[in-house]
């Protein structure tokens, strides 16, 4: 029902920042708790941030908290991952998620994008 399709990955160095963007269609965006989560190689995905459906509740992990920020644009239909002094540990694809319920847990979320890479090079 919900299309999330992520843009904005690539290959950087560290200290570089990135802004990623995750586009939805086919349902009604403002009503979707969004969040973000990645996945190294060889790796369990873990949570990175999520948002509230108007934009005013965030939380984010520990690991990116101060380096990271969500927000979302619901006139535009996209929620965004701002990504400053990246690290190689960051390295990862990056997914977008759409739920019902603003939380950490991957399954609270019910849709999700194909993911964009983030690679960041020492």
Do not use: H
Not at 46 to 60: D, K, L, M
């Amino acid at each position: 029902q919900v299309q999330l399709v992520e843009s904005g990955g690539g290959s950087v160095q560290a200290g570089d920042s990135l802004r990623l963007s995750c586009a939805a269609s086919g349902g009604t965006f403002s009503l979707y708790v969004m969040g973000w989560f990645r996945q190294a190689p060889g790796k369990e995905g873990e949570f990175v941030a999520a948002i509230n459906r108007n934009g005013g509740v965030t939380t984010s992990a520990d690991s990116v908290k101060g380096r990271f920020t969500i927000s979302r644009d619901n006139a535009q239909n996209t929620v965004y991952l701002q990504i400053n002094s990246l690290k190689p540990e960051d390295t990862a694809v990056y997914y977008c998620a759409a739920g019902q319920r603003l939380g950490e847990r991957r399954d609270s979320y019910l849709y999700w994008g194909q993911g964009t890479q983030v690679t960041v090079s020492s």
